[in-house]
């Protein structure tokens, strides 16, 4: 560890000591500290507080089925540290879920976010379960990692690494919201954000316990719209290649200019 080191948070549920006690045994052989972010549970919110975050005329019109109130909940929390790392003015800050596993040199991982030559706004640090997106454009970070635009980002927010700058757009285009947060991460064009992935990821979900986050985060058994879901993904592909492309000439320009 280093002055360097950026700040690591772990959002967790209170009642969930066990998850606690995982996610501490986990990153004790890294010799990474990390803060504990009290997780808000969605049930046990108030209207006024649920009604200030999540709106339901944007969940009609941008997602296929009403959230649920752990879906509420797991928003809510990210972007509760989100804030804390605008009001703190954090360079950048790692933000881990308590279902994450270490697969890699953790250390040298995010000691490698200070090699990044350019502003940017979130990296992510692990895959969605056991799915690797396609890879559209790739380039070199260090001797060990590289940096990855995805065809598609991928779900979940299991871990990953979000600058000043990303948190603030985030929040300024989150508040309030209509989908899961990491359905809406996959919409990131519509936050002004890029997301980038580490790869290898250092970190992976671990798909042998059910998280008490990613429990939360699951939505209700509501009737899915069936043909409004389908234009929605249809809107969302062509949205996502147009603006891909766009970054990935922005990258490869960036890259040609480094060597």
Not at 12 to 30: G, V, Y
Not at 180 to 197: G, M, S
Request: charged share 25%.
């Amino acid at each position: 560890m280093t002055n360097n080191t950026p700040p690591v948070f772990l959002i967790n549920l209170d009642n969930s000591t066990d998850r606690l006690h995982e996610s501490q045994e986990r990153l004790a052989p890294t010799g990474l500290t990390f803060e504990r972010v009290s997780a808000v549970y969605g049930a046990k919110i108030s209207l006024d507080e649920k009604n200030k975050f999540y709106s339901a005329e944007l969940n009609r019109t941008q997602y296929h089925k009403p959230l649920s109130p752990g879906e509420i909940g797991c928003y809510m929390s990210h972007l509760k540290v989100l804030q804390h790392i605008v009001d703190n003015n954090i360079k950048y800050a790692v933000i881990l879920e308590d279902d994450f596993k270490v697969v890699a040199d953790l250390n040298s991982a995010i000691a490698s976010l200070s090699d990044i030559p350019f502003d940017w706004d979130m990296i992510k640090l692990a895959e969605y379960g056991n799915r690797e997106r396609p890879t559209a454009y790739e380039f070199k970070l260090n001797d060990q990692f590289n940096l990855r635009i995805q065809q598609k980002v991928s779900a979940g927010t299991c871990a990953q690494a979000v600058s000043l700058m990303g948190a603030k757009k985030i929040l300024n285009a989150s508040i309030p919201f209509g989908r899961p947060v990491d359905t809406d991460y996959q919409h990131w064009w519509e936050k002004d954000i890029e997301i980038l992935t580490l790869s290898p990821c250092p970190l992976k979900q671990d798909l042998e316990f059910d998280s008490t986050i990613a429990a939360m985060s699951k939505g209700l058994q509501f009737r899915s719209a069936f043909w409004r879901r389908k234009l929605q993904q249809m809107t969302q592909k062509l949205n996502n290649k147009k603006h891909t492309q766009r970054v990935i000439k922005k990258y490869m320009n960036l890259n040609e200019n480094r060597a």
